[in-house]
């Protein structure tokens, strides 16, 4: 339990969790310099390399989702990462933007990051990312070593979690079942007294 990752903050492959943070980070840096990027280097750990590391189309949304550049092009671009940014639709808007970054990108390994990721005393997921323009300049190296979800972050991430638990539930629920979910499932003695079946009723749209 107390190795558990929560995916909070994207709907992205975990591998690539920390790489969108970095993006979201470095957008206010480019929102109005994309066309002067010449290069962005993604420094990250073997397994993202082999595992979502990809080049050329993508055929559908799971294959973008699975695309540690698509998912550092859309928050540079944007600013977030929405499971709609992954849908056809939206690719088909934005593909020559988000394709123009993706030529862009070179990622590199770095030892260190596969390392602590495979220490189990660490299990880091660490991403950075930094970006070169065409005069010369760059922004600063940006990287995040673990994602909100992780272990090491949880006193920052259980707020977040919180926040996405109520909003899934606002979109099943009227406002009224929501607070008595939420209100049952912050309160760890009474939830542990509730009886599975009436917890499980709290779940079942009227």
């Known amino acids: 339990m107390e190795n558990i990752l929560f995916k909070i903050s994207f709907p992205a492959e975990f591998h690539a969790q920390t790489a969108c943070e970095a993006a979201v980070i470095l957008?206010?840096?480019?929102?109005?310099?994309?066309?002067?990027?010449?290069?962005?280097?993604?420094?990250t750990h073997d397994s993202a390399i082999r595992?979502?590391?990809?080049?050329?189309?993508?055929?559908?949304?799971?294959?973008?989702?699975?695309?540690?550049?698509?998912?550092?092009?859309?928050?540079?671009l944007t600013g977030d990462l929405m499971a709609e940014n992954y849908e056809d639709d939206y690719h088909e808007q934005h593909h020559i933007l988000i394709d123009g970054l993706r030529r862009k990108m070179v990622v590199v390994e770095d030892p260190n990051y596969s390392k602590d990721y495979h220490n189990p005393s660490k299990r880091s997921i660490a991403n950075a990312i930094q970006i070169f323009f065409k005069d010369g300049s760059s922004t600063d190296k940006v990287a995040v070593e673990y994602p909100i979800g992780h272990k090491r972050r949880r006193a920052e991430g259980i707020p977040v979690l919180k926040a996405k638990f109520r909003a899934s539930v606002a979109t099943r629920f009227i406002d009224s079942r929501c607070a008595d979910i939420f209100a049952l499932c912050d309160d760890q003695k009474r939830l542990?007294?509730?009886?599975?079946?009436?917890f499980m009723d709290l779940f079942v749209a009227n």
């Open 192 to 198: 542990e007294q509730t009886p599975v079946n009436e």
């Open 51 to 76: 595992i979502i590391s990809k080049e050329g189309a993508l055929a559908n949304p799971a294959d973008r989702d699975h695309c540690l550049q698509y998912m550092v092009a859309v928050p540079l």
């Open 27 to 43: 957008h206010p840096m480019v929102d109005d310099r994309i066309d002067d990027i010449e290069k962005i280097v993604l420094t």
